[in-house]
């Protein structure tokens, strides 16, 4: 108990003088990746895009302490990064016929696919994502639709592993929130190309 006590006043000091342990999820999303994207399967489509994320997600930062992990920690989400790095993603390249980030030229004809951050939140263990999805083709739009998903909770990992768990929670939390949204994606393009 005294032990606790020690603790939670070592927590409130360093939190009182403003000195913080910072983890920033994003800069090792790459690694994350190699590591865990062959685990994920998307559908598959033969759909020809440019991408293109829009400047509020690109500049997007998250940040948020966990009891459970340690209240001097600060876990920093740049969600901008991290769905940029999932798209250029092997296992995401490949669930499409053609899937290329937008050079922005001066007019692009064809489809146009943007991705826009509406909401992201890690609390109750887990990520909870919102996330506008436009196509257009010609400048003429043919789906604009939010998703939502919750990723998997990661509290055993987070209460087990701590602080050196948490960072590997967030990611895969939120690249599980990530892959649901592209899954449903991916089905209503089907269901559109079927209508054509």
């Known amino acids: ?20 342990i910072k983890h920033p999820i994003a800069k090792d999303y790459d690694q994350y990746l190699l590591n865990n994207g062959n685990q994920s399967s998307l559908p598959k489509t033969d759909f020809e895009s440019d991408y293109t994320i829009d400047e509020k997600t690109k500049t997007h930062r998250y940040e948020f302490r966990s009891a459970t992990v340690g209240y001097a920690n600060l ?20 669930a499409f016929g053609k899937f290329e980030e937008s050079t922005g030229g001066v007019d692009n004809n064809g489809n146009l696919i943007l991705f826009s951050l509406q909401n992201y939140e890690f609390s109750g ?3 909870h994502v919102t996330l506008n999805i436009i196509i257009s083709n010609d400048h003429n739009e043919i789906l604009n639709k939010n998703y939502h ?30 892959d649901e949204i592209l899954r449903e994606f991916i089905q209503d393009v089907k269901a559109i190309q079927a209508e054509t």
């Open 75 to 94: 876990w920093i989400v740049e969600f901008g990064k991290i769905l940029d790095k999932t798209l250029k993603a092997n296992y995401v390249q490949s």
């Open 125 to 127: 263990f887990q990520a």
């Open 149 to 178: 998903s919750d990723g998997k909770s990661q509290g055993a990992k987070m209460f087990w592993g701590g602080v050196f768990g948490m960072k590997n929670a967030t990611q895969q939390s939120t690249k599980l929130a990530i």
């Open 1 to 20: 108990m005294k032990r606790l006590i020690a603790i939670l006043f070592l927590s409130v000091a360093i939190l009182a003088s403003g000195c913080s």
